[in-house]
Structures are given as structure tokens and as C-alpha cells.
């Protein structure tokens, strides 16, 4: 696997584990995901997969095309919301990673301008 597919699949398991944990924590679930929930995961994990801009960018949220649909936009952001601060409890390192990676991308595009 190159260092792209692996840049896609992290980014695709700190996505899917804020779902998971808002799904478990807002919906009540056990063991798997709602319904509404698992069709959100499944549509980030196809944005990703077709994401033209991977290469240059760390996450969605830095992007400056967003190719989510208003109402699947506006899920995501929700969850982001609810599970970020969370993931530091559940998990420690992937929301550092994340964080650290966020910061540094910001800090790439600000040099740029």
C-alpha cells in the first residue's frame, strides 16, 4: 500500500470511529451502527475513496471544494462536533494525529498565501 491509500484509510478510520461513537452516545446503539449512521459512514468512506485532492490535503475540513451533500454536510459536521473533543477519551492517539495534522496543514496553506 502506498503512502496515499494509507493517508485514505486513516482518514477513513478516525471518520468512521466519530460516527461510531456519536451513533453509540446519540442513537443508544450496541455492536454495530444505525441505520442513518451507516449510510453516513458508507458516504464519507465514497468521498474519500474519490477524493481528486488527497494528496494535498489532510482533511475534509480543509478542503476548498466540498463535495458532501448539503444534508450530508451538515450530518458530519454534527457528528464532528459531538465526537471530536470526545475522541481524546476513546481515542488518544488518533485524535492527536488528527489535531497535529490539522494544524500543520494550516499552517502549509497559510505559507502559501
Known amino acids: 500500500m502506498g503512502a496515499l491509500e494509507d493517508k485514505r484509510q486513516r482518514e477513513k478510520r478516525v471518520v468512521g470511529e466519530m460516527i461510531a461513537l456519536y451513533c453509540r ?10 441505520p442513518q449512521c451507516a449510510a453516513l459512514a458508507e458516504y ?6 474519490r477524493c481528486p485532492f488527497m494528496e494535498h490535503k489532510t482533511f475534509c475540513s480543509n478542503c476548498k471544494v466540498h463535495c458532501y451533500k448539503p ?5 458530519i459536521r454534527l ?19 488528527h489535531v497535529a495534522e490539522t494544524i500543520r496543514e494550516k499552517k502549509r496553506l497559510e505559507r502559501r498565501t
Do not use: I, N
Not at 452516545?25 to 444505525?34: A, I, P, W
Not at 464519507?44 to 475513496?49: L, M, P, Y
Not at 444534508?71 to 450530518?75: A, D, L
Open 25 to 34: 452516545r446519540k442513537h443508544k446503539t450496541k455492536g454495530g451502527l444505525c
Open 44 to 49: 464519507a468512506g465514497q468521498r474519500s475513496d
Open 71 to 75: 444534508e450530508m454536510r451538515r450530518q
Open 79 to 97: 457528528v464532528m462536533r459531538f465526537a471530536g473533543p470526545r475522541m481524546l477519551l476513546r481515542h488518544p492517539v488518533l485524535a492527536v494525529r
